[in-house]
């Protein structure tokens, strides 16, 4: 019986030490069509920057001045500009892998056949991670855009 035990518990302890577990919280505060002086890649930005890049968009509901983000952080993922409207980048997920945070998206593409403004656009996407110290990565439809 006492075999068993600690049989069982080395079993338990290989397969834990073998499994990265780790979790983060992951949530799309923005997710607009116009942003604006944005560098493509990810970037860490604060409230305030948020409010800039998107434009009139938070003007009915600006940022509390002592608004703390101690506990997450904010970043966009730009990924260039579009000729025309009907596109946006949709969060399909994130893990966790050693130390590197990988978002994954997909493009959202206008509907083929459609008629579209000739209007330059520049789609992008706000998300909130939990507070960590480790490494960004954005992948989009598979590609790696930044690290």
Request: contains cysteine; proline residues 5%; neutral net charge.
């Amino acid at each position: 019986m006492l075999y068993q035990k600690i049989a069982f518990a080395v079993v338990t302890l290989i397969v834990l030490a073998g499994c990265n577990t780790a979790t983060i919280n992951v949530a799309e505060v923005a997710n607009h069509a116009r942003c604006q002086a944005v560098n493509p890649g990810v970037t860490r930005i604060s409230y305030q920057q948020m409010s800039h890049i998107l434009g009139s968009m938070l003007l009915n509901h600006p940022p509390a001045k002592n608004q703390s983000n101690a506990d997450h952080h904010l970043y966009v993922v730009y990924a260039g500009e579009k000729p025309t409207p009907g596109y946006s980048l949709q969060l399909i997920g994130a893990r966790v892998e050693g130390e590197i945070v990988h978002l994954n998206y997909t493009w959202q593409t206008p509907l083929r056949g459609t008629v579209q403004a000739q209007v330059i656009t520049s789609p992008c996407s706000v998300v909130r991670l939990d507070a960590r110290d480790d490494q960004v990565e954005v992948w989009i439809d598979g590609e790696r855009i930044s690290s």
